[in-house]
C-alpha cells in the first residue's frame, strides 16, 4: 500500500480517494494554520505513544491511526491521547511538542537521551533485526484511539497552495499570486522544460511541477494520445539551489512528495557554472521557459543563449523568461543585459494581490455590552430617542431632589430601567436574535498586506532564424502564387457571398468573422 | 504535443499581430491570402507562414512585372529594434559631459545643476509652447506618405527634421516624440501565438471584455491556481464504479459564461486544447503537406455538410465515428443555461463544439450539459431513451431512415453517460464564471465534488461574491451545526445552502502594474485599463464529521476567565450561538 515516490504519482499530482500511508497529508486547522504530516502507520521513531505514531495540534491528538484511510477532507475527531506520560517509558528524543510545560526541568535529561539517541543512530545505521522485530512488536498492537470530548481537524491532499502557505520558509518564498502569473506568462504548460534557478524554499518548484506535468512519466505503456507522436518530451523541471543545505533539504522534500522524476534538482551556482545538471546532455534538455529567482540575474544570462553545443533552449521554440527581484536597480541591469543579448519583448510587472475579508457591522443601542458589535446609536432617530430617556431621567433625578430626599417616586421608578437591567435585557434578546443574518454585509481587505514582492521582468527569444531558413520557407510557401479555385463542396448563398466579400476585399484588418458551424473547418 | 504548436507559424492558424501602436489583432493565416493591417500596410500570408513567433517583420512595398503592388517583408533584428536606446549605461541618458558640451553649442539653459556646478538634467523652462514647430503640413505628409515605399524610416526621419524646436527637447521628450512618430508610421508588426494568454490580453484589452465577464490574465492564473487543475496521470484507479462507466480522476466541473475563455484555459492547464501536430504536417516536408493539407480541408467541407443529416462512421480511418469514447481521465464537464453552450473563443483553437473534429482533444474530454440535464435529466427531450427498434425492421428500414436512427440513438448513448458521470459526482474541482447567482450554482454543485475538491467562483466585481461569503459565514455555520434544519426543508431562508460542506472560504483579487522600463526612464505606467477589478472566492469541498463535534481552542480558558470576571453570573447566561461563534472562529 506504501506510495514508493518514484513509481507512484505524487501527491500533488493525483491523491486518490483516501489519506494513504506514508504520504504526505495536510492538517487544516485554520485558515492560515496547516501542518503538513507524512503518515505513518508504524511509529518507526518509536516516541512512545500508546497509539502509535501521533500528530499533537493546538486542537488535540491526532494518532496517524487515526487519519490513514479517511477520505480526503473529511473532518477527524481529536483522541485522547497520554502525551504526558511518555517520558518514563524509556521515550527517546524528538516530538516535543505536547510538552512545553515540562520543557525547562527536563532539558538536562533530554540533551542526553538526544546525545544516546545519536550514538544509537551510529552505531547502527541499519536497525538491527532484534529492534525491528521491537519496533514490529510494539506497533503491532498499537491501542485503537479514544475520541476525545472536542477538537478536531480537516485532512487534505497537498497542492502547491496549501504548501506554500506550510512550507518550513527558508528564504523568501515566492507566493501564489506571483508563481500563477508567472507561470501563466512563461508558457508553463504540461509538457514544457522549465529551468528554475533559485529554488529556495520550493513554493515554486512545486507549483512549476504541477504546472508542466504532462502525464507521460507515469503513464508509458498507455494511451498513445498523451504521448504525441513523434518522442514527445516529459515536461520537466531542472532546479537548481546554490546554498547547499538548502539545496538537500529540499531534495529530500521532493523525494517525500514523489515530484523527484518531474523534478531535478542541482546544488550549483548557476552564474558560474550554468545551466547543465551533472550527467545531461545540454541537447537534451529542450527548456522551453526559465525562471531566475537570483541575486544577480544578469549574471546568469550569458549561460543561456542560443547556439552552441552548450545551451540548454529548445533550439525549435521561443524561450520565455521571468526574473524575480526586489529592486528597481537588479532590474534595470537585468534588463540591459536582456537588450545586449537579443531578448525581445522585455516587460516589467509588478503583482499586487490581497484578500478580502467579509463581515457584518452591527450597529445600534440593542448591541450595547455586546461583543464584536458598535452599541453607538444607528441612526438619528435612536439617538434622539436617547437622549430623551437622558434627559428624562435627568428631570427626574432633579424632581426627587426637589423632592428632598423622600425615596423614589414610585411612577417615576417604574418607567426607568437601570443600566444593569437594560444589559440583561439584551443579553435576554440575544437568545433569539441570529446575528449571522443581521448588520450590514461589508468588504475589506484583510489587514496583513503584501505591498510588494519583487519585480517581474518577462522576455522572449525566439527561435533563430537564418537566411537558409528563410529561403526554405520561401520555397515550401511561395509568396506570389495565384489562388487556386479550390472545390470546397456545396455552400450556403450566405457564405458565397461572404467568399465574394473576403476576396473582394482582402483579409480584412481585424480577422475574418465566420460563424461558427458554417464555416470551412480548418484543418489543424 | 503543445510545444509543437509554437515551433513555427502553421498555415490556417490563428495569430495576434502587434503593431507599431502597440495595438494587437487576431488575424487567420490562410495560405495564400493577402491580409491587411489597416494604415500599416499589406502582406502576403505565405510571407509569414512557416516562420518563427516573435519576429518583427517590417512592410516593404515592391512593384512586379505585372505592375500589382506586391509587398514584401523583411525581419528587424532585435540590434535595431534597440537602436534608439543605446544609451545603455543604467544612468539617466543625458550624461553631464555631453550636456555641457550641448550648453557649449547653443547656449541652452539648464535648471537642475548640481552643487558642484554641473548640469544634471536639461529641463522644458524655455521651450515655448507653439503648435507649429513643426514645419510639414499634414498635406505634405500624406503626399509623402503616398510616395513612399518604403517602411516609413524615411517619412520618421523627414518629420524630425522638419520640426524646429527639436534641438530644445530634452532627451525625455525626444524619445517619447520619436515614439509617437514611429507608432504613427513606422509599417512593422510582430507575430505573436495565439495562445490563451495572448487570447485573454486581446480579448480584455482589445475587443469584448464585456464577452468574457472582464477576465483579466492576472486572475485567470489565480484560478488556474486556486482551482488545483492540471494534468492527471492517465492510469489512476477509478474512483468509484458502480453501475456507471468507470470514472477516473481529474475531473473538474466548470460552469462557464466567458464564451469558452475559461475552458480553454483550464484545458490549456491540462494539455487538453491544442491539438497534436500530425507528423505528416509537419512544416519541413513540403509538397506533402500541401496535397494532404489540401485533402484534410476537402474532407472536413465534405463532414460538414454530412454532418446534418447522417454520420455513418466513413470508412476514414481517422474519423472514428463520434459517440465512440469519452475520455474518464482529465476531463472537463461543461454546464451551461442556454439550449447550446457559448464556446465561440474555441474557435481560436480550432475547435467547433457543434462540429467537433475528432482529431481535436477536446472532443473526447470535453463533456456539455445543460442545467437540465443535469437537475431533471427526466425532462431533457436528449435523455429520454429513443425507441428500440428491432433487427428486422431496421433491414427494412431505407438507409436514411436507419441512419438517422442509429444517430439518435449514439447521442442518446452519449448524453445518457455524460448525465450519468455527472449526476453520481467525484469531481476533482468546481469552476465557475457565470453570471448567475453563485450560490444557486454551488447548491447543485457542490455536493457533487469529491472531499477536498477545491472550489473557484470568478466574479467580475465583489458583491456576489460577499453574499456567498456570508452563506460560509462562521456565525451561520455555527447556528446551523448547532440546530440543524432538517435536509428536506433545505434550502431554508436562514440557510440557502448547507455552510458546513465548504472550507476555508475566502475572496482573493490580484491586479498586475505594469512598468516603462527605459534605460533612466523607469516608471509605472501612466494609463492602464479600467474595468472591473475581478475577484475569485476560494473554498474546499470537506466532508463534515457524522454527529455532534465540539471545537477546541481558546475556548476554555476564555470560559475560565470569563467566570473570573466580575460579570461572572452574566457571562455564563451569554447564549450559545455567541460562545460557540467565538470557539469555532477559532477554527476557521
Redesign the interface.
Known amino acids: 500500500m506504501a506510495i514508493s515516490s518514484s513509481s507512484q504519482a505524487s501527491p500533488f499530482l493525483y491523491c486518490g480517494k483516501i489519506a494513504q500511508s506514508d504520504s504526505l497529508a495536510v492538517l487544516h486547522l485554520k485558515r492560515d494554520l496547516l501542518i503538513p504530516v507524512v503518515l505513518h502507520s508504524r511509529d518507526d521513531l518509536d516516541e512512545g505513544y500508546d497509539e502509535g505514531k501521533v500528530t499533537n495540534t493546538r486542537f488535540g491528538s491526532f494518532p496517524h491511526s487515526t487519519l490513514i484511510g479517511a477520505p480526503w477532507g473529511s473532518q477527524v475527531r481529536a483522541s485522547a491521547v497520554d502525551t504526558g506520560s511518555r517520558g518514563r517509558k524509556g521515550w527517546e528524543g524528538s516530538g516535543r511538542k505536547g510538552r512545553k510545560r515540562k520543557r525547562d526541568e527536563q532539558f538536562h535529561n533530554e540533551r542526553g537521551t538526544e546525545k544516546e539517541a545519536n550514538t544509537d543512530a551510529q552505531n547502527g545505521g541499519i536497525l538491527s533485526k532484534a529492534d525491528v522485530i521491537r519496533n514490529q512488536d510494539t506497533v503491532a498492537t498499537p491501542k485503537a484511539a479514544v475520541e476525545a470530548a472536542s477538537g478536531f481537524v480537516h485532512i487534505l491532499p497537498p497542492t502547491p497552495e496549501i504548501w506554500t502557505a506550510s512550507l518550513p520558509h527558508r528564504t523568501q518564498v515566492v507566493y501564489t499570486p506571483d508563481y500563477s502569473y508567472i507561470l501563466h506568462r512563461i508558457r508553463a504548460r504540461p509538457g514544457t522544460v522549465l529551468i528554475e534557478a533559485g529554488a529556495g524554499s520550493g513554493s515554486f518548484t512545486h507549483a512549476a511541477a504541477r504546472a508542466v506535468y504532462n502525464g507521460s512519466s507515469t503513464a508509458e505503456q498507455g494511451e498513445s494520445e498523451f504521448k504525441g507522436l513523434d518522442e514527445d518530451p516529459y515536461g520537466k523541471v531542472y532546479s537548481f539551489e546554490f546554498h547547499e543545505q538548502r539545496a538537500q533539504k529540499l531534495k529530500d522534500e521532493l523525494q517525500e512528495h514523489g515530484l523527484d522524476n518531474v523534478v531535478e534538482l542541482t546544488h550549483r551556482d548557476v552564474c558560474q557554472d550554468g545551466f547543465i545538471p551533472f550527467q545531461t546532455t545540454p541537447s537534451d534538455m529542450n527548456t522551453n521557459a526559465i525562471f531566475l529567482d537570483l541575486p544577480a540575474p544578469w549574471l546568469a544570462l550569458k549561460h543561456l543563449t542560443r547556439g552552441g553545443p552548450s545551451s540548454p533552449l529548445d533550439p525549435r521554440t521561443s524561450i520565455h523568461l521571468c526574473t524575480f527581484s526586489p529592486c528597481i536597480e537588479q532590474v534595470q541591469r537585468t534588463i540591459t543585459t536582456l537588450r545586449q543579448l537579443g531578448w525581445l519583448e522585455i516587460e516589467m510587472v509588478e503583482i499586487a494581490a490581497k484578500r478580502i475579508e467579509v463581515r457584518r457591522e452591527r450597529v445600534g443601542l440593542q448591541e450595547e455590552g455586546l461583543r464584536g458589535a458598535n452599541d453607538s446609536p444607528a441612526s438619528v432617530d435612536e439617538a434622539v430617542a436617547r437622549l430623551r430617556e437622558v434627559e428624562g431621567r435627568l428631570r427626574v433625578f432633579h424632581e426627587e431632589s426637589a423632592f428632598d430626599g423622600k425615596g423614589l417616586s414610585p411612577a417615576t421608578a417604574g418607567a426607568q430601567v437601570s443600566k444593569q437591567q437594560r444589559l440583561e435585557n439584551i443579553r435576554n434578546a440575544l437568545e433569539g436574535r441570529k446575528l449571522y443574518k443581521e448588520g450590514r454585509l461589508v468588504h475589506k481587505p484583510e489587514p496583513e498586506l503584501k505591498t510588494h514582492t519583487s519585480y517581474l521582468v518577462f522576455a522572449v527569444l525566439p527561435r533563430e532564424w537564418t537566411e537558409e531558413d528563410e529561403l526554405g520557407a520561401q520555397r515550401l510557401w511561395p509568396g506570389t502564387v495565384d489562388v487556386p479555385e479550390q472545390d470546397t463542396g456545396p455552400m450556403s448563398k450566405r457564405q458565397r457571398k461572404k467568399e465574394a466579400k473576403i476576396k473582394a476585399g482582402g483579409n480584412k484588418a481585424s480577422e475574418i468573422e465566420r460563424e461558427g458551424s458554417s464555416s470551412k473547418l480548418e484543418a489543424i | ?4 504548436n ?3 507559424i502553421r ?2 492558424a ?1 495569430v495576434a499581430l502587434r503593431l507599431p501602436s502597440d495595438a494587437l ?4 493565416l ?9 494604415k500599416y500596410g ?1 502582406f ?4 509569414v ?8 517583420f517590417e512592410v516593404i512595398d515592391k512593384t ?1 512585372i505585372s505592375n500589382t503592388s ?1 509587398t ?1 517583408l523583411r ?1 528587424v ?3 535595431e ?2 537602436a534608439d ?1 543605446r544609451d ?1 549605461d ?1 544612468t539617466t541618458p543625458i550624461e553631464t559631459e555631453t550636456g555641457r558640451t550641448v550648453k557649449d553649442q547653443d547656449g541652452v539653459e539648464y535648471d537642475i545643476v548640481g552643487e558642484d556646478g554641473e548640469v544634471v538634467m536639461r529641463t522644458n523652462r524655455t521651450i515655448i509652447d507653439d503648435p507649429n514647430s513643426q514645419i510639414m503640413t499634414m498635406d505634405e505628409i500624406e503626399e509623402m506618405k503616398a510616395q513612399s515605399i518604403g517602411s516609413g524610416k524615411d517619412l520618421i526621419a523627414k518629420i524630425l527634421e522638419s520640426h524646429s524646436a527639436l534641438d530644445q527637447k530634452t532627451a525625455f521628450a525626444l524619445a517619447k516624440y520619436t515614439l509617437r512618430k514611429t507608432k504613427k508610421y513606422l509599417k512593422r508588426f ?1 507575430i505573436i ?1 495565439l ?1 490563451v ?1 495572448t487570447l485573454a490580453r486581446w480579448m480584455f484589452v482589445e475587443k469584448e471584455p464585456m464577452k468574457t465577464m472582464e477576465l483579466r ?2 486572475i ?3 484560478i ?3 482551482s ?1 487543475v ?8 477509478p ?1 468509484m464504479s458502480e453501475n456507471i462507466a468507470k470514472i477516473g ?2 475531473r473538474w466541473l466548470v460552469v462557464d459564461e466567458t464564451a469558452g475563455l475559461l475552458v480553454a484555459y483550464i484545458a ?4 487538453i486544447l491544442h ?5 505528416d ?1 509537419k ?1 519541413e516536408n ?1 509538397l506533402v ?1 500541401d496535397q494532404e ?2 485533402a ?3 474532407e ?6 454530412e454532418a446534418n443529416s447522417s454520420k455513418i462512421p466513413t470508412q476514414n480511418p481517422l474519423r472514428p465515428r463520434k459517440s465512440s469514447t469519452l475520455a474518464t481521465t ?1 476531463t472537463i464537464t461543461l454546464i451551461h443555461a442556454n439550449a447550446q453552450p457559448n464556446l ?1 473563443l474555441l ?1 481560436y483553437f ?1 475547435f ?4 467537433p ?1 475528432s ?3 477536446l472532443e473526447r474530454h470535453l463533456k456539455i450539459l445543460s442545467w437540465l440535464q443535469l437537475v431533471a435529466p427526466e425532462d431533457d427531450a436528449c435523455c429520454t431513451e429513443p425507441e428500440h427498434v428491432s433487427e428486422e425492421v431496421l433491414q427494412g428500414w431505407k438507409s436514411g431512415k436507419r441512419s438517422n436512427h442509429f444517430r439518435k440513438r449514439r447521442r442518446w448513448e452519449r448524453m445518457k453517460s455524460i448525465v450519468d458521470e455527472t449526476r453520481a459526482g467525484g469531481f476533482d474541482g468546481l469552476i465557475i464564471a457565470s453570471v448567475m447567482n453563485p450560490v444557486s450554482i454551488l447548491r447543485h454543485t457542490v455536493p457533487l465534488l ?5 472550489v473557484v467562483v470568478y466574479s467580475p466585481t ?1 458583491e456576489s461574491l ?2 456567498l ?2 452563506c460560509y ?1 462562521t ?2 455555520r ?2 446551523f451545526v448547532q440546530n440543524p434544519p432538517d435536509p428536506g426543508l433545505m434550502p431554508t431562508e ?1 440557510f440557502p445552502i448547507n455552510p458546513t460542506l465548504l ?2 472560504p ?10 516603462q ?1 527605459l ?1 533612466g526612464r ?1 516608471h509605472p505606467l501612466m494609463t492602464g485599463r479600467g474595468g472591473s477589478e475581478g ?1 475569485i472566492f476560494t473554498a ?6 457524522e454527529g455532534k ?5 481558546k475556548f476554555k480558558r476564555r470560559k475560565v476567565d470569563a467566570r473570573r470576571s466580575t460579570r461572572a453570573s ?1 457571562s455564563l ?3 450559545p ?2 460562545v460557540a ?1 467565538e470557539l469555532i472562529e ?3
Open positions: 504535443m503543445a510545444k509543437n509554437f515551433e513555427l498555415p490556417n490563428y489583432i487576431v488575424v487567420h490562410l495560405p495564400n491570402t493577402t491580409i491587411s493591417i489597416g499589406n502576403q500570408a505565405n510571407h507562414i512557416g516562420r518563427p513567433f516573435y519576429l518583427t512586379n506586391q514584401a525581419v533584428p532585435a540590434t529594434l534597440y536606446l545603455e543604467a510582430t501565438p495562445d494568454s490574465e492576472e485567470l492564473s489565480l488556474g491556481s486556486w488545483n492540471h494534468c492527471t496521470p492517465l492510469h489512476t484507479p474512483l480522476g481529474g490549456e492547464k491540462m494539455g491539438a497534436p501536430e500530425r507528423p504536417q512544416l513540403a503537406l493539407h489540401e484534410v480541408k476537402g472536413v467541407v465534405q463532414d460538414n455538410t482529465n465561440s474557435k480550432h467547433d463544439a457543434f462540429n473534429s482529431l481535436h482533444p469529491r472531499g477536498a475538491a477545491q465583489i460577499i453574499e461569503s456570508d459565514s456565525g451561520r455555527t447556528a436562514d472550507l476555508a475566502t475572496i482573493h483579487t490580484a491586479r498586475c502594474r505594469s512598468w522600463a534605460p523607469t475577484y474546499t469541498r470537506v466532508l463534515p464529521a463535534i465540539e471545537a477546541r481552542g452574566s447566561a451569554e447564549t450561538a455567541s461563534g477559532s477554527d476557521v
